[in-house]
């Protein structure tokens, strides 16, 4: 009897091991008959946005925001969007709110609207999506504009050599995104984080969109919203303020900051250590002014390359100067150890740079280029001085004709 069951356990044992051999060679994945496999449960979603970019006044925005549950377990998700209408700061002019939903792994849900515009310019779309303790957030941009109406003109052909093709291979763009792994907070306080994002590619990246998830307990907000061109080689500057609550509860998140272009993307994974203890303020004070200083710099940078464009960024530099003198004033409050102060100035210079960085990227879509103010009385002086010099030069060849030619002249006048 013994020897039967022994048999029958090898026997079982030999079985085992063949299937696991089989499985192997099926799906490539060999699984040991002892070995205990458990999958990790993540929660995770996206949001897709579809629009168009440019509208004529007359016609209505559809907006489509998708949500895909990209995790591995069911989600219980609410979705709204927010239209804004950019008029040098941001306006809410439209909520829109969904009903609660739930959706399991690889599940997508539409949240359809129709946006009716009031006037010309820019706006901008806030979809957020909140499922259990998570936040997910991404935004878009269009323009409303007033399309001219086109009569054709028919011309008659000509004749043109054809010309010799050159074809030129560019890599396509590639983004990085640059900025510290982790950050020290404490409960109740903000995190100022500079994210540089460089286009490594060859060829010029369009419609930049910022994406960012991050724990539904935090207030994180992100700027510029919509970046329309970012050329091959060139960087351009985000700017993310966190704002942690006083019950926030102490412990290691995270925050995933995504940029996606019209050929690429690029995410970051940044760490927030939030403690209860109170943290080193000179420390704390300084880590923001440096992240301010340096998104000040590529400002100016985005700034110059936007001037050599031709587009007038007089307002743009005038802005930026000022939150430079907030920022430099702000380093002088905390060399005094003038805590309240040195905040102040922190926070004035951090509303004026989120706001430039908006407005930078505004003016590459409505704003027209940039005209010199005397470049029009220049063209009509340059005009009135030709025709002086013709005047003058006549006058002197009249002059000097031989005094023959004069009498004849005068004869033939008598």
């Given at each position: 009897?013994?020897?039967?069951?022994?048999?029958?356990?090898?026997?079982?044992?030999?079985?085992?091991?063949?299937?696991?051999?089989?499985?192997?060679?099926?799906?490539?994945?060999?699984?040991?008959?002892?070995?205990?496999?458990?999958?990790?449960?993540?929660?995770?979603?996206?949001?897709?946005?579809?629009?168009?970019?440019?509208?004529?006044?007359?016609?209505?925005?559809?907006?489509?925001?998708?949500?895909?549950?990209?995790?591995?377990?069911?989600?219980?998700?609410?979705?709204?969007?927010?239209?804004?209408?950019?008029?040098?700061?941001?306006?809410?002019?439209?909520?829109?709110?969904?009903?609660?939903?739930?959706?399991?792994?690889?599940?997508r849900r539409n949240f359809k609207i129709v946006f009716v515009p009031e006037s010309?310019?820019?706006?901008?779309?806030?979809?957020?999506?909140?499922?259990?303790?998570?936040?997910?957030?991404?935004?878009?941009?269009?323009?409303?504009?007033?399309?001219?109406?086109?009569?054709?003109?028919?011309?008659?052909?000509?004749?043109?050599?054809?010309?010799?093709?050159?074809?030129?291979?560019?890599?396509?763009?590639?983004?990085?995104?640059?900025?510290?792994?982790?950050?020290?907070?404490?409960?109740?306080?903000?995190?100022?984080?500079?994210?540089?994002?460089?286009?490594?590619?060859?060829?010029?990246?369009?419609?930049?969109?910022?994406?960012?998830?991050?724990?539904?307990?935090?207030?994180?907000?992100?700027?510029?919203?919509?970046?329309?061109?970012?050329?091959?080689?060139?960087?351009?500057?985000?700017?993310?303020?966190?704002?942690?609550?006083?019950?926030?509860?102490?412990?290691?998140?995270?925050?995933?900051?995504?940029?996606?272009?019209?050929?690429?993307?690029?995410?970051?994974?940044?760490?927030?250590?939030?403690?209860?203890?109170?943290?080193?303020?000179?420390?704390?004070?300084?880590?923001?002014?440096?992240?301010?200083?340096?998104?000040?710099?590529?400002?100016?940078?985005?700034?110059?390359?936007?001037?050599?464009?031709?587009?007038?960024?007089?307002?743009?530099?005038?802005?930026?100067?000022?939150?430079?003198?907030?920022?430099?004033?702000?380093?002088?409050?905390?060399?005094?150890?003038?805590?309240?102060?040195?905040?102040?100035?922190?926070?004035?210079?951090?509303?004026?740079?989120?706001?430039?960085?908006?407005?930078?990227?505004?003016?590459?879509?409505?704003?027209?280029?940039?005209?010199?103010?005397?470049?029009?009385?220049?063209?009509?002086?340059?005009?009135?001085?030709?025709?002086?010099?013709?005047?003058?030069?006549?006058?002197?060849?009249?002059?000097?004709?031989?005094?023959?030619?004069?009498?004849?002249?005068?004869?033939?006048?008598?």
């Amino acid at each position: 009897m013994k020897k039967n069951i022994n048999l029958i356990l090898w026997t079982i044992f030999f079985v085992a091991i063949f299937l696991a051999i089989l499985i192997s060679k099926m799906t490539g994945y060999f699984v040991s008959p002892g070995l205990n496999v458990t999958v990790k449960e993540v929660k995770d979603a996206k949001i897709l946005l579809d629009y168009k970019p440019i509208i004529d006044i007359t016609e209505r925005q559809n907006i489509t925001a998708e949500i895909i549950n990209t995790g591995s377990v069911q989600i219980e998700e609410e979705m709204f969007l927010r239209v804004y209408y950019f008029n040098g700061s941001l306006k809410p002019i439209g909520e829109y709110l969904d009903s609660l939903n739930v959706l399991k792994p690889g599940e997508r849900r539409n949240f359809k609207i129709v946006f009716v515009p009031e006037s010309v310019g820019t706006y901008y779309i806030q979809a957020r999506a909140k499922y259990d303790s998570k936040t997910t957030e991404t935004w878009g941009r269009f323009d409303v504009v007033i399309f001219p109406v086109l009569v054709p003109v028919i011309q008659p052909p000509q004749v043109v050599g054809t010309p010799t093709p050159v074809i030129v291979y560019l890599s396509p763009p590639r983004l990085e995104i640059y900025a510290n792994d982790t950050f020290n907070v404490q409960q109740g306080g903000e995190l100022i984080i500079s994210l540089i994002v460089k286009n490594l590619g060859e060829r010029d990246a369009y419609e930049l969109k910022p994406y960012i998830s991050y724990p539904s307990g935090l207030e994180v907000s992100v700027s510029p919203l919509f970046v329309s061109i970012l050329p091959a080689n060139k960087t351009s500057s985000f700017l993310l303020y966190v704002k942690v609550p006083v019950e926030f509860l102490p412990g290691l998140y995270q925050i995933v900051f995504e940029v996606s272009a019209n050929e690429t993307r690029a995410s970051k994974v940044l760490n927030l250590n939030v403690s209860k203890f109170v943290l080193d303020l000179t420390q704390d004070y300084r880590e923001k002014i440096i992240s301010l200083e340096l998104v000040i710099s590529e400002v100016k940078a985005r700034a110059l390359y936007l001037e050599s464009m031709g587009f007038d960024v007089s307002k743009i530099k005038a802005t930026i100067e000022l939150a430079d003198y907030y920022v430099k004033r702000a380093r002088e409050f905390l060399e005094k150890k003038d805590f309240e102060n040195c905040q102040s100035e922190i926070f004035k210079a951090l509303e004026l740079i989120s706001q430039v960085l908006i407005e930078m990227e505004t003016i590459l879509m409505i704003a027209p280029r940039a005209v010199p103010k005397y470049l029009y009385v220049g063209i009509v002086v340059l005009c009135l001085v030709v025709v002086i010099a013709f005047f003058v030069l006549y006058r002197k060849r009249k002059e000097k004709r031989p005094k023959l030619l004069k009498g004849l002249e005068t004869e033939k006048g008598e």
